[in-house]
């Protein structure tokens, strides 16, 4: 069982930066692949960015590529997504979900999920 718990959720300005955490517990953290997904009022959720096992393989979205960044330290048990330049359309609720071992070819399979963090882009 790994228990997923994100933070660095806010309020900020159209073209600025937040970063988000994403802390998991357990010894195993570097056995499992990472995820990060997002969800706007009132529409589905959507993936935005996934990092291998060994921090090897990255993979995004297109509407966030060149934007975010996604990393991991298994020293820490911590996945980061770094969001730069900010839009009001990434306006949504940020969550990682967590998948040991290989990640799903369309990444939306994932065992685990936190509960999120709010993230609002004002235009």
């Known amino acids: 069982q790994v228990q997923l718990v994100e933070s660095g959720g806010g309020l900020v300005q159209a073209g600025g930066s937040l970063r988000l955490s994403c802390a998991a517990s357990?010894?195993?953290?570097?056995?499992?692949?990472m995820a990060w997904f997002r969800q706007a009022p009132g529409k589905e959720r959507e993936f935005v960015a996934a990092?291998?096992?060994?921090?090897?393989?990255?993979y995004y979205a297109d509407s966030v590529k060149g934007r975010f960044t996604i990393s991991r330290d298994n020293a820490k048990n911590t996945v980061y997504l770094q969001m730069n330049s900010l839009k009001p359309e990434d306006t949504a609720i940020y969550s990682c979900?967590?998948?040991?071992?290989?990640?799903?070819?369309?990444?939306?399979?994932?065992?685990?999920w936190g509960k999120g963090t709010l993230v609002t882009v004002s235009s």
């Open positions: 990092i291998s096992w060994s921090g090897g393989n990255t």
């Open positions: 979900a967590a998948r040991i071992g290989a990640l799903p070819p369309d990444f939306y399979d994932m065992a685990y």
């Open positions: 357990g010894r195993t953290f570097s056995w499992y692949g």
